[in-house]
């Protein structure tokens, strides 16, 4: 089960293209040169298969099936899926009608490397990335266009207005790089924001010294009171004071790279891990 079976015709407009829905959060691409540019932000190194999330009508999937990999789509909309079908039989079987954020990955893939890519639907995206760090063991690489804002969230560094949460959780196990800037000219329909496209490559040793599921508390309770020393933001581990006492608690969230993230969360680990 799971695989797209023809339903007949969808209900497309006169031209035979898919309408964008807006509860989906589709804006579909409609620039070949910005679908191709995306397609080669990919590597496609120590891995051969690729898993593009919110095809649409595969303006980037025709791009990716230039390239010597095994690619799958993953569609929620069953219109788009018709016409992926219809459109691009080389596909096959590898049309998944999920939501990709309900997804078992292993029914799929198992336990093979893959990557992803996508358009991603601005209404998901941040839990989309939250998902692949669920999944950083089986993603080395992860490229694809976001809200110009969350792809700078995402790639921003210490001290800058947009370092948050996702910059230093998704930076403690990849490399974040914003690649490019897009219009909404080339969208239909065009959204109200610029968009942003970024590559994620996986760090060689992206295992954490210190407790992961710890390193996400710390990172996430110090950002909930970003104005604040983490100090005073931390409160709630109820950490004893000659460790409160510690310079690093006299910064605040922004103030810290991932690394320093890190090394807060060894220092608190002795007395926090158990109150988890």
């Known amino acids: 089960m799971g695989k797209y079976k023809k339903r007949g015709k969808p209900s497309q407009s006169e ?12 804006h579909f691409l409609t620039d070949e040169s910005v679908a191709e540019q995306i397609a080669d932000t990919l590597s496609y190194k120590g891995y ?26 993953i569609e929620i909309d069953t219109e788009s899926v018709a016409y ?3 459109h691009y039989p080389q596909l096959e ?3 998944h009608q999920f939501d990709f954020l309900k997804y078992d990955v292993g029914t799929t893939f198992r336990d093979e490397a893959f990557a992803i890519i996508g358009n991603f639907p601005y209404n998901i995206s941040t839990q989309i990335v939250f998902k692949v760090l669920e999944l950083k063991h089986q993603i080395p690489e992860f490229s694809g266009m976001f809200q110009k804002e969350v792809a700078e969230r995402i790639c921003g560094k210490e001290g ?4 948050g949460i996702l910059s230093v959780l998704v930076q403690a196990f990849f490399e974040a790089e914003y690649l490019f800037t ?5 969208f239909n329909p065009p959204p109200k924001v610029e968009s942003g496209v970024l590559r994620l490559i996986r760090k060689e040793d992206f295992s954490l010294p210190c407790d992961e599921k710890l390193f996400f508390r710390v990172v996430k309770t110090a950002f ?20 409160r006492e510690d ?7 922004e103030q810290l790279g991932y690394q320093e993230f890190i090394d807060l969360t060894l220092k608190i680990q002795p007395y926090a891990v158990s109150n988890q």
């Open 160 to 163: 800058n207005k947009t370092y």
């Open 84 to 86: 992926l079908q219809e």
């Open 224 to 243: 909930q009171q970003r104005r604040k020393t983490l100090r005073n933001s931390l409160k709630t581990f109820d950490l004893p004071d000659n460790l």
């Open 247 to 253: 310079p690093i608690f006299d910064k605040r969230p």
């Open 48 to 73: 051969n298969k690729v898993l593009e999330i919110g095809p649409g009508m595969g303006v980037l999937t025709k791009y990716l099936l230039k390239q010597d990999a095994e690619v799958h789509v």
């Open 93 to 95: 079987d590898r049309i």
């Open 182 to 186: 897009v219009p909404p000219s080339v």
């Open 15 to 26: 031209d035979g293209e898919v309408r964008a829905k807006k509860h989906l959060g589709q």
